[in-house]
């Protein structure tokens, strides 16, 4: 009897666990990047985006929802040039940039060639100054005696996941520190990523690339399982979806002139590839888009005699309806259980996301409204 009551207390322990660990850690990591200098909304026609002001506005509104959430930055952020400037106003506006980095709690910013546009010591003084906790992040750029000054990389907890966070900026020469080379990105993104894997047992790596586009994309392609994610910045590339690229690794870019922050919301349920959850909403645009050209070539088909019109609209039909049954396999997705999902969105700073009074303030004693910026 006794055996059997320690058994039945040892299986109800053994359980507890289990069911403790039933629902998937989440996380929601907010991106910004490309950034440049920009802290008003755009002089767009259309619509002013972006601006310092309402990016706090969208962060407090995100953490409010009470999720776990970790704020970092792929580069680009601080200069609109990649060239020194003597217009004061420059500086104040990185400075600014900065201290607001510091307020939301950006945890990481990879070092992009813009953000060296005044030099290595003003900016590793001003991040010193106005942005203490932020941790500036290169895994590649080393100074003519081979010396890294920054970090390689940084291990963020939260949410019950261990973030590995790797930098990596542009390579060569940047035209504001000629006292720095960027090393090949790609190799050293991927030895730090490999090495956060196996030695610091991280649960998702993700890489602030503060580097050309396609050479980004050549990273994930390249990075197999020990890259997770890569944030691109460097050519205000805009918006992206987020899907995987070679095995295992999502690209997007981060952003563009500070006019959108980026949200990626994670589900950690175990190890593998992350899920795209996005590609279920995009296979319905795109099942609309084809629906209507199937009924174009339908109609048409019924109102033509002429058999090589015929001909070739029988061939697109059958071509659509091909497509068609694919994108409707691909439009319920959920998140594997056992394994991980994302879901990546762009909050766009429009009119519709509120100034924050006392920030825009600030904003306006640099840029009065309605100004463009002036230098780099």
Same mark, same amino acid.
């Given at each position: ?37 920009? /802290? ?17 506005? +969208?962060?407090?509104?995100?953490? +409010? ?8 930055? %792929? ?15 420059? =500086?104040?506006? %990185? ?14 910013? %990879? ?10 010591? !003003? ?89 050309? !586009? ?5 990273? &994930? ?10 944030? =691109? ?7 992206? /979806? ?8 999502? /690209? ?8 959108? /922050? ?78 991980? +999902?994302?879901?990546?969105? !762009?909050?766009?700073?429009?009119? &519709? ?18 100004? &463009?910026?002036?230098?780099?």
């Amino acid at each position: 009897m006794k055996a059997r009551f320690t058994l039945l207390v040892m299986a109800v322990l053994w359980l507890l666990p289990l069911g403790a660990q039933a629902e998937p850690r989440r996380l929601v990591l907010i991106l910004t990047g490309d950034n440049r200098g920009e /802290i008003a909304p755009c002089g767009c026609k259309q619509e002013p985006q972006g601006g310092l002001a309402r990016r706090k506005t +969208a962060i407090d509104a995100e953490r +409010a929802q009470g999720l776990p959430m970790v704020l970092m930055d %792929a580069g680009n952020a601080l200069f609109k040039e990649p060239s020194r400037s003597t217009d004061p106003l420059v =500086q104040q506006r %990185a400075e600014l940039v900065l201290d607001q980095m510091e307020a939301q709690g950006t945890v990481a910013m %990879a070092v992009g060639t813009r953000d060296l546009s005044q030099g290595l010591a !003003y900016l590793q003084k001003a991040t010193k100054a106005h942005s203490k906790k932020m941790k500036l992040l290169s895994a590649n750029l080393v100074d003519k005696s081979g010396k890294a000054p920054f970090a390689p990389s940084l291990v963020v907890e939260a949410g019950g996941l261990k973030v590995g966070v790797v930098g990596v900026s542009a390579e060569g020469t940047p035209p504001g520190e000629p006292s720095l080379t960027g090393r090949p990105p790609k190799e050293a993104a991927l030895a730090e990523a490999r090495k956060l894997r196996q030695s610091r047992k991280v649960d998702v790596v993700v890489v602030l690339a503060a580097i050309p !586009y396609p050479e980004a994309v050549k990273l &994930a392609i390249l990075a197999n399982e020990a890259v997770d994610f890569v944030v =691109q910045s460097h050519d205000a590339k805009g918006l992206g /979806i987020g899907e995987l690229v070679g095995t295992h690794a999502a /690209i997007f870019p981060a952003g563009e002139l500070g006019k959108q /922050i980026t949200r990626l919301e994670l589900s950690v349920d175990g190890p593998g590839p992350s899920v795209d959850l996005g590609s279920g909403s995009r296979a319905r645009e795109q099942l609309r888009v084809v629906e209507d050209n199937l009924h174009k070539a339908t109609t048409r088909l019924a109102s033509t005699q002429d058999e090589p019109t015929r001909a070739e609209l029988t061939r697109t039909i059958v071509e659509l309806e091909g497509r068609l049954h694919e994108l409707e396999s691909k439009m319920e997705v959920k998140a594997p259980k056992g394994g991980r +999902a994302h879901q990546l969105s !762009y909050v766009t700073l429009g009119l &519709a996301v509120a100034d924050d009074p006392v920030l825009k303030q600030r904003v306006e004693q640099l840029q009065p409204s309605g100004l &463009a910026p002036s230098g780099p």
